[in-house]
């Protein structure tokens, strides 16, 4: 299957390890992956700031980038940005009088899935052959819970993953306190919502707290970095890309 990785630009420009992680799995699994070079933001962040007209050329040139080329599917580490693609893009085009955009755009959201949705639903894979010995948990993000309704499958592909113990997160299904520009706009109410996501994350005493989106990962990072906890956050490609080989030690010997 020839695959397109839609990076993101939250991923492409704070940690570009994750959209090679999700390439290294596809590649690993046997698939053609490939990076269009035109892509940039899907216009999520314009659409939810109330910017829908200036949303209309940034969702032409996402249809853009990922219409040609022979793409089977379209898929990206981050199931808030799927969200947009899939009930926000048509929605602006359409109402912005763009009726063959829209079309255009509801036909790409078609075939644009979340990596845990294609892992699962469409290559009908659990066990990605996956090795990574760590106490972990997992934080069902919002847009992932609630528009794109991933359910289990990404607790699913971990539960497959040798050597790792999954932990179930107190509270799991409540907000980080993210939320985009929420965040920024209403800073008290954010940090409260952080502080009882923080607290449920610590209970579980584990090693990990893993997610399906970098956003939220970003703000539950930060919130544990101060608090100096010794918690990690990592993404959810990043676990099922690792292996047995590239999580050993690298010995002297190995190393020259």
Known sequence: MRVALFATCLVDTLVPQVATATATLLQRLGHEVVVPSGQSCC??????????????????????????????AVVAPSGSCVASIHHQQAMVARRAGEDGLADDAEALAGRTYELSQFLVDVLGVTDVGAYYP??????????????LRVGDRP????????GLELVELPGAESCCGFGGTFAVKNADTSTAMLTDKLANVLSTDAEV???????????IGG?????????????????????????RPTTPTEAA
């Not at 760590?134 to 528009?147: D, E």
């Not at 607790?155 to 040798?162: F, H, M, Q």
Request: proline fraction near 2%; glycine fraction near 10%.
């Open 43 to 72: 216009g999520q962040m314009h659409v939810n700031t109330g910017y829908r007209r200036e949303a209309v050329p940034i969702v032409a040139n996402h249809v853009r980038a990922f219409s040609g080329g022979g793409i089977d």
């Open 134 to 147: 760590h106490r972990v948990t997992y934080h069902p993000t919002c847009h992932s819970l609630r528009l």
């Open 155 to 162: 607790l699913r592909l971990l539960r497959a993953v040798r």
């Open 209 to 219: 707290c893993s997610a399906g989106d970098s956003s939220c990962l970003m703000h």
């Open 223 to 247: 919130g544990l970095s101060r608090l100096r906890s010794g918690t990690r956050t990592v993404h959810l490609a990043e676990i099922l890309a690792s292996t047995e080989q590239s999580t």
